[in-house]
């Protein structure tokens, strides 16, 4: 009868839609299904990740043949989180297969980050979709190339910091690395501890303000250590050693620039002049060799001396000393 017929075909096509439904969301309970319900309850992509949610992704949706993780990266990511520098707006990018597969493409750092905190975590996720499996990896390709470069330096370049104020790419990268030196009273501080008890001092964006706020000793830095030899300069040009020419160019102008020319032209030094010495210890000292807080120790123990007319024969950093940097206010105790 038509009335039966009509029944069953609108039978029909409500358990097609329910099939197409599975193959769109997948089996209630999967991994896929979950992230596509998240989806469709968020505002623009928007929610709130559950540690236990990005676990499961990670094991259950990551990308076939995914590189392996960096332990350094996400130590970064956690760091974000703990400093208030997450960027929950930056999305978290899925392929959706036509068969109702989802791949992870970009941002298995952020999620192992999330998967090891003690509460959610908002974030942005983007579901792409892909006519092939092919077409997934070309994608993929793209993201593993973007993310591998991605950069301290390249941050910097993006903003634009290192032209705005007129130095170098290279020095603007080592000011923001020694920024948290800057910002802690001349007091060098590692570890996740640290992060933790201070994170307003590890703040992406307080280090690079820094940048901005030592400014003017940076551009005279730069210019006096213009005759160095390569060497020399490229010793120089590291986060302690940095931290201390900015400190002591805005405290003590006039003999930051006799010390910090002096040793850049190194013209007839004579031998126990702190800046001599201080020159050997940067060219056989190895940089990998010692904790940060050594690294401004050696400058400072050259400076001192030199700022107390003392000859000095040898440089010997002790971890647990104080820093205290001649004629400004840094008193640094561990």
């Known amino acids: 009868m038509p009335g039966e017929r009509r029944a069953n075909s609108n039978e029909s096509k409500e358990i097609l839609m329910e099939k197409q439904q ?20 968020s505002v623009h992509g928007l929610v709130k990740m559950a540690p236990g949610t ?17 332990s350094s990266r996400v130590y970064g990511k ?15 990018d899925f392929a959706a297969l036509p068969d109702g597969r989802i791949w992870l493409l970009d941002g298995q750092h952020r999620l192992t980050a999330i998967s090891e905190q003690d509460a959610p975590v908002l974030i942005t ?17 793209g ?9 301290t330096r390249q941050i910097i370049d993006a903003v634009g910091i290192a032209k705005e104020i007129g130095i170098s790419e290279r020095l603007a990268k080592t000011v923001y690395e020694a920024a948290s030196i800057l910002l802690n009273n001349m007091d060098p501080m590692t570890g996740s501890a640290s992060v933790k008890k201070h994170p307003e001092i590890f703040a992406k964006q307080k280090r690079l ?10 551009k005279e830095f730069e210019l006096l250590i213009a005759p160095a030899a390569p060497a020399l300069k490229q010793r120089i040009k590291t986060s302690g050693p940095v931290a201390v020419a900015l400190y002591t160019l805005r405290h003590q102008p006039a003999r930051a620039h006799e010390f910090w020319s002096g040793l850049a032209k190194n013209d007839g030094l004579r031998r126990g002049d702190p800046r001599a010495t201080l020159i050997q210890d940067y060219l056989t000292r190895s940089v990998g060799i010692g904790s940060a807080r050594q690294r401004v120790q050696q400058t400072t123990l050259a400076w001192n001396a030199f700022c107390e007319g003392r000859d000095l024969k040898i440089i010997k950093c002790i971890e647990d000393a104080p820093i205290v940097i001649w004629g400004t206010p840094a008193k640094a105790k561990k």
């Open 22 to 41: 599975e193959i769109n969301y997948g089996q209630p309970g999967s991994m896929e299904y979950i992230l596509r319900a998240q989806l469709a309850k």
């Open 125 to 141: 996720l983007r579901l792409i979709d892909v006519d092939s499996e092919k077409e997934a990896k070309k994608l993929y390709a």
């Open 54 to 70: 990005a676990k499961r992704i990670l094991e259950e949706l990551n990308f076939p043949g995914q590189r392996p993780l960096s």
């Open 143 to 151: 993201y593993d190339l973007t993310e591998s470069i991605r950069t």
């Open 78 to 92: 956690k760091l974000a989180i703990v400093t208030g520098d997450w960027m929950g707006s930056f999305p978290i």
């Open 209 to 218: 303000e820094s940048i901005s706020e030592w400014a003017k000793e940076a």
